[in-house]
């Protein structure tokens, strides 16, 4: 079995965060760190080279396989900004009514810019996974 190649690492997510060359993009990551800094009472942690990640659970499926990844986080790809929702989306239905423009896959949610969206209802969501996965998984 492979050994998980995105994991939590020492490199600066302050650094990372300035080498994003759209201002616009910066600056919504920066409200991103800030953000979730606040939401989960963690420092953000580099995971692997692109994503900042804030705490982390165990996991350890039937298959025999397990990890360790992150409790929530965001990564700015190419094309928008990923949050990660990690125990999806299905329970939240009545919230993602109101968040506003945005595409999911199984745990991300895509968005093109934080305008796009109610920060308000996104703050909602995060708070809600939080609680949701720490009732699941041994967090930290």
Do not use: P
């Not at 994991?7 to 994003?20: C, D, E, G, Q």
């Amino acid at each position: 079995m492979s050994d998980l190649k995105t994991k939590a690492n020492k490199a600066s997510v302050i650094k990372f965060l300035k080498s994003i060359e759209n201002e616009k993009r910066r600056e919504d990551a920066l409200v991103m760190l800030e953000l979730m800094q606040k939401l989960t009472k963690r420092e953000a942690v580099m995971w692997g080279s692109s994503i900042v990640g804030f705490g982390s659970y165990h996991y350890n499926y039937a298959s025999g396989r397990e990890g360790d990844w992150l409790l929530t986080g965001f990564s700015l790809r190419k094309a928008e900004l990923t949050i990660y929702i990690m125990n999806g989306f299905s329970s939240y239905s009545k919230l993602m009514e109101k968040l506003g423009k945005y595409k999911t896959s199984v745990s991300c949610l895509y968005i093109k810019k934080l305008e796009d969206i109610d920060i308000k209802v996104l703050k909602q969501l995060i708070r809600k996974s939080l609680s949701d996965m720490r009732k699941i998984h041994d967090c930290s």
